[in-house]
Every structure is written in structure tokens, then in C-alpha cells.
T-cell receptor, first 115, second 116 residues
Framework: NAGVMQNPRHLVRRRGQEARLRCSPMKGHSHVYWYRQLPEEGLKFMVYLQKENIIDESGMPKERFSAEFPKEGPSILRIQQVVRGDSAAYFC?????????????FGPGTRLTVT | AQSVTQLGSHVSVSEGALVLLRCNYSSSVPPYLFWYVQYPNQGLQLLLKYTSAATLVKGINGFEAEFKKSETSFHLTKPSAHMSDAAEYFC??????????????FGTGTRLQVTL
């Protein structure tokens, strides 16, 4: 039973380029969350999606960041025109329910480095 | 808004000693509470969670935590530390209000070092 899969594991982008991070949830899970972990900090919530719907994007920066979870395929976190401050580890988690108290299973993360 | 405070960004214990990692939460309604562990360059793994049953929660790898409403705390303990416990530990909360998104709010983490 495969867990949450994220790719790539490491991504290097130059300032101004686009970064695309992919997340495949656990089998049977339709709730996906993205979190960002800056160096020496805890994880910060970014966005919560269900299939074809953004449920909560209160943690997403207003510009350059977008997320989707299409009917088919993985969830994608897209960062346009990356800047050095976007360098971080981005974690995806999935859950079988959107209700509080349900465990979120985390992927191994994508470590983005902006040069 | 919910928040989580983890006292002590670094904790060092000897192998075999008691592990105590502190977590306090701030919420108008007692939330759901979680402890996660993160090993270097890996994702987070759930150690245990408190939903609404027993206030003393037992988790994996010998860890347990006690929910104390009067102290708004959910401290993580383990009677005897093992070298393999060296990792970063995160306390997190999620909302209990029905119908709301279950996003997690994390503390800043505590790095546990275990020495011989």
C-alpha cells in the first residue's frame, strides 16, 4: 500500500523560473493538504483541496502561488517567478476525511532551492 | 485563532532517561491534538493523537501524552530514551468545529538529542 508520493524530491530553480511540485495521495484519500517548512521552523499550512475544488487557501501567498487537484492525476503546487525566499521544504499530506481529528499522512517532501 | 507553543527548541537527554517534550495550546474550544516526529530529510510520522476519548494517549515507539484541559497542555513523554528517538518532534492542533477544514497548526518543533 503506497504512501503519499511527492516528486521531485529535490528541485533547483533559478530566480524567475517556475516550480511545479507534485503530490499523489494515498490510495482512497481524496483530501490533500500542502504545507511549507522554512529552515529551522515548523510547518505552515498553505492550502487544502479536494478533487477539483480548493476548500481552504487561507495560507497561500496572494501572488505567484497556485494549487490544483484535478479529477485525474496528482495534486500540483505551482510557484511562478520563484524568489530566494521560496526556498523551503514543501510537504503534501492526505487524509480520508476533511473532518478534524483524522490523521494526515505526509509525503517525504520536495526540497526547493532557488539560486 | 489556534496556536501551539513548544517550550524548548532543543532537548538533550541521556539514553535510558525520561523524555519530556512540552506543548501548550491556545484555543477557545479544546482542539484535536497531535504529536508528529520528523527524521532528517523525511516527512512527518504520527506518534499519537487526542480526539475526545481517554486523556492519556498511548502512541507508537513507547511514547504517550496526557491532555490536561486546566493547563491547556499536551506534553509528550517516554520513560526511557533510546538513541533511535533522536529526531524533531512537532505538536499540532486542528479545529474541532464540525464542517471546517481540518488543517493542522504546528508548533515550531523540538529537536531531541539522545546521548550515551
Amino acid at each position: 500500500n503506497a504512501g503519499v508520493m511527492q516528486n521531485p524530491r529535490h528541485l533547483v530553480r533559478r530566480r524567475g523560473q517556475e516550480a511545479r511540485l507534485r503530490c499523489s495521495p494515498m490510495k482512497g484519500h481524496s483530501h490533500v493538504y500542502w504545507y511549507r517548512q522554512l529552515p529551522e521552523e515548523g510547518l505552515k499550512f498553505m492550502v487544502y483541496l479536494q478533487k477539483e475544488n480548493i476548500i481552504d487557501e487561507s495560507g497561500m501567498p496572494k501572488e505567484r502561488f497556485s494549487a490544483e487537484f484535478p479529477k485525474e492525476g496528482p495534486s500540483i503546487l505551482r510557484i511562478q517567478q520563484v524568489v530566494r525566499g521560496d526556498s523551503a521544504a514543501y510537504f503534501c499530506a492526505s487524509s480520508s476525511s476533511g473532518s478534524g481529528g483524522y490523521e494526515q499522512y505526509f509525503g517525504p517532501g520536495t526540497r526547493l532551492t532557488v539560486t | 485563532a489556534q496556536s501551539v507553543t513548544q517550550l524548548g527548541s532543543h532537548v538533550s537527554v541521556s539514553e535510558g532517561a525520561l523524555v519530556l517534550l512540552r506543548c501548550n495550546y491556545s484555543s477557545s474550544v479544546p482542539p484535536y491534538l497531535f504529536w508528529y516526529v520528523q527524521y532528517p530529510n523525511q516527512g512527518l510520522q504520527l506518534l499519537l493523537k487526542y480526539t475526545s476519548a481517554a486523556t492519556l494517549v498511548k502512541g507508537i515507539n513507547g511514547f504517550e501524552a496526557e491532555f490536561k484541559k486546566s493547563e491547556t497542555s499536551f506534553h509528550l513523554t517516554k520513560p526511557s530514551a533510546h538513541m533511535s528517538d533522536a529526531a524533531e518532534y512537532f505538536c499540532a492542533v486542528s479545529d474541532r468545529v464540525a464542517g471546517t477544514a481540518s488543517k493542522l497548526t504546528f508548533g515550531t518543533g523540538t529537536r531531541l538529542q539522545v546521548t550515551l
